[in-house]
């Protein structure tokens, strides 16, 4: 069944400025405090933000957690702090000369620290911690960085070796990894195989590379079944990521029901529920930047059907989505950030 964004007109809940965001919806409840309400953090061209959903009220509580700087990619979490990859640059195709960042935000997403900035970072996607690191993708150098959380040292690993030029247009970017994952036992990561510097004439299937922690050695590869694929989940053995310039759903044994417009980027998985970040244009990645208008749809897993809609004024494009308080199948169900207050992940009634 193919699903259309096509909507009759509503009135739009939340808008954002890019130097002052103006919040139109109340105060969200404190993190963790009810089983009902999904917390979100979306990253975006200018902003990270915050917001709450239930399915009775829909999104509400937008607010900016920090705009200073952009843009902003991929979020991860530990004990203490919620970590968020930052490129320094608002434009996406120009590297910092400085280099990239990573930002730490307290419990209560409060700004802590820069706690890594470094040249050997550049062109960040996602991020992900793994025991005692935080594993970046490192895009433009065709690689992954592994950061030591105590310590902030770095190691490069490249999957599937090295490019003879790293960011050049031919030789350097060559499998593009943007998504990483970590199920406890097997790091998940996904060669989009389209060189952001050439076209997307030059874009070949996506690849899924299962990699033990450990060794750092690729166990097993899949292909599959889209282009530019980012974010990756398992349902009935079977991984699925976005095809994000197709604007659909796809897997590594078969093209799935879901279909939407592009360009989709950025997902959280909870019970029934998908969030799914949509910029209306399937463009360079400097276009997509500066959208005006972006969006975090919802769809029901259960009936292909987008239920709901948040517009995003001047927020630019939609990099990351990802659920605070509730267990997140996209990110393969790991503790969430927050806990309800009875000391472990809420429940989901139905």
């Keep these: 069944m193919t699903t259309s964004l096509i909507r009759e007109p509503r009135p739009r809940r939340g808008a954002l400025a890019r130097t002052d965001p103006e919040i139109a919806s109340p105060r969200p409840p404190a993190l963790g405090c009810t089983d009902d309400v999904a917390d979100l953090v979306i990253t975006t061209s200018y902003h990270l933000l915050r917001v709450s959903f239930t399915e009775a009220q829909g999104f509400f509580g937008l607010r900016p957690i920090w705009s200073k700087g952009g843009l902003f990619f991929g979020c991860t979490w530990d004990e203490r702090c919620l970590y968020v990859g930052c490129r320094n ?24 620290d820069v706690w890594f900035r470094s040249r050997a970072l550049a062109d960040v996607h996602q991020i992900c911690r793994i025991g005692g690191d935080i594993w970046a993708t490192n895009t433009y150098y065709n690689s992954l960085l592994i ?12 999957p599937l070796g ?20 970590y199920d406890g036992r097997t790091v998940y990561v996904i060669a989009s195989n389209i060189n952001a ?19 750092r050695v690729v166990t097993k590869k899949f292909q599959l079944q889209g282009l530019a ?3 990756i989940w398992k349902e009935r053995h079977e991984y699925l990521s976005l095809a994000s310039d197709r604007g659909g759903v796809c897997g590594n044994a078969r093209r799935t029901r879901w279909q939407f417009k592009p360009w989709l980027r950025g997902l959280a998985i909870w019970d029934h529920l998908m969030f799914c970040g949509w910029t209306p244009v399937n463009a ?19 009936t292909d059907r987008v239920i709901d809609r948040l517009d995003l004024r001047c927020a630019g494009e939609v990099n990351d989505v990802m659920i605070l308080n509730q267990p997140d199948q996209a990110r393969f169900n790991q503790e969430p950030f927050h806990r309800s207050r009875a000391g472990r992940p809420a429940k989901r009634r139905r």
Excluded: C, M, W
């Excluded at 247009?169 to 994952?181: E, F, L, P, Q």
């Design 89 to 112: 640059s608002h434009v996406g195709g120009v590297l910092n000369p400085r280099g990239e960042s990573i930002l730490r935000f307290d419990n209560r997403l409060a700004f802590k």
């Design 147 to 158: 950061l030591n959380r105590q310590t902030a040292a770095s190691t490069s690993y490249a």
């Design 162 to 181: 090295k490019s003879t030029e790293p960011g050049s247009a031919v030789r350097g970017d060559i499998n593009h990894y943007n998504t990483i994952r």
């Design 197 to 215: 510097r050439t076209g997307a004439g030059n874009r070949r299937r996506s690849e899924l590379l299962l990699i033990d922690p450990l060794t």
């Design 229 to 231: 694929a980012h974010d």
């Design 284 to 302: 360079d990645r400097n276009t997509r930047a500066k959208r005006d208008t972006t969006a975090i749809i919802v769809v029901n897993r259960n």
